[in-house]
């Protein structure tokens, strides 16, 4: 085990940046987690891991530096069902994202994951423009179909 109280079990990767990532908002309501990375010296567009249907997280307290998103493969992903209490019957409903980084680790479990692009800019939701193209997304079912990654954009 971590310090994330999961264990470094093999994971599928799928994605990975240099570039800093933080939360920017979370949603309870709306079950809706963003975690994104604003332009900065070296980048003049935005990043942003759109979660829908979030059931449970543990995320670090400030940023994630140099992130890698990863699918959570068993046993880990039982271990996390376990954590969060998820009934036996949701499981297959759910993913598990785990992000690791140089300034920690965390999980969520959530119904699907997007990553969106946008050119920098003025913006309105948290400096983030309204329109944002998707890079890739991913949902329990590509998983289920056999597919070991993000279905990219079309």
Known sequence: ??????????????????????????????????????????????????FVGVHAMQLVTRSYRSLEVHAVVEPELSTIHELSGTPTRWRAHNLIVKLRSDSGTGWVLCGGVTLERADGGPGHEFGLPELRDVMWSLRPSDLRRGGSGPRPAT
């Open 1 to 50: 085990m971590n310090g994330s109280g999961t264990s470094d079990a093999p994971t599928t990767l799928l994605f990975s940046t240099r570039r800093t990532f933080r939360a920017l908002r979370y949603g309870v309501g709306h079950t809706r987690l963003l975690l994104g990375s604003l332009p900065d010296e070296e980048h003049t567009d935005h990043l942003v891991l759109h």
